[in-house]
């Protein structure tokens, strides 16, 4: 059975940082391209950032704040997120894929709110 869980949400202040984690089980390896995505209220889902063969990409609107990184060996990926701000304030899900497999973990909530 495929799992995805994601831990380190909730509550900071704009301009701090939070790490989040994602763990997978399952088929899930080295060869799973992995990601982050978030969704806030109202909102379609959003692509942050995905790491795969080596190389990681990022959308304009966390470029320079956000950073993903990964752990092979523990099969776990991280986003460590810096500088935040309110509209940050999202569930942030974690993905992981193989075309034509795809796999999502069931979300964080971050807020962002003084």
């Known amino acids: 059975q495929v799992q995805l869980v994601e831990s380190g949400g909730g509550l900071v202040q704009p301009g701090g940082s939070l790490r989040l984690s994602c763990t997978a089980s399952?088929?899930?390896?080295?060869?799973?391209?992995m990601g982050w995505y978030r969704q806030a209220p109202g909102k379609q889902r959003e692509l942050l950032g995905i790491?795969?063969?080596?190389?990681?990409n990022y959308a304009d609107s966390v470029k320079g704040r956000f950073t993903i990184s990964r752990d092979n060996a523990k099969n776990t990926v991280y986003l460590q997120m810096n500088r935040l701000k309110p509209e940050d304030t999202a569930v942030y899900y974690c993905?992981?894929?193989?075309?034509?497999?795809?796999?999502w973990g069931q979300g964080t909530q971050v807020t962002v709110s003084s």
């Open positions: 399952g088929i899930i390896n080295s060869n799973y391209g």
């Open positions: 993905y992981a894929f193989r075309p034509p497999r795809e796999y």
């Open positions: 790491t795969s063969g080596g190389s990681t």
